[in-house]
């Protein structure tokens, strides 16, 4: 019986999907009409409310650090991670951090974000601006 060999079951899916793999095709035209929002900054924050978040135009840093302490006093927030302590102190050690699972009892989180298309109400958290 020299000469047979018995395929594993890995060996024959990876056969079968090269032997099937989808036929290139054009990239759909992004020329017509898109929609626009006479004001994107309150229907990301209608969206994000609408998916049980909470969105807040505030109009300076004293009452961005009065809503933080509203909401940490709320939350009862005994860890509170911040990355950006001019805006609002944390009292976690981001330098002492190795391991992201050490940030599993943080209770609030004050981090700078991205608006992001891809998800409602997504915002993004750049490796670079949270390190």
């Known amino acids: 019986m020299a000469g047979l060999y018995k395929m594993s079951s890995r060996d ?3 056969r079968d999907i090269r032997s099937h793999l989808p036929v290139d095709s054009p990239l759909p035209s992004l020329e017509h009409e898109w929609t626009r929002d006479a004001d994107p900054t309150q229907q990301f924050i209608d969206v ?3 998916v049980g978040g909470v969105g807040k ?3 300076s840093r004293t009452e961005l650090w009065e809503d933080l302490s509203r909401l940490a ?3 009862e927030a005994r860890q509170i991670c911040s ?3 001019e805006l609002f102190p944390g009292n976690v050690d981001m330098g002492s951090i190795n391991d992201p699972h050490q940030l599993a009892e943080v209770d609030l ?6 608006l ?3 998800l409602p109400g ?3 958290l750049l490796v670079e601006s949270v390190a």
Do not use: D
């Not at 989180?109 to 991205?114: I, R, S, Y």
């Open 122 to 124: 997504q915002v993004e």
């Open 116 to 118: 992001a298309v891809a």
């Open 109 to 114: 989180a004050v981090l700078p974000g991205e």
């Open 48 to 50: 994000l409310n609408g």
């Open 57 to 59: 135009v505030v109009s």
């Open 73 to 75: 006093a709320q939350l």
């Open 83 to 85: 990355v950006l302590p």
């Open 12 to 14: 024959q899916i990876l």
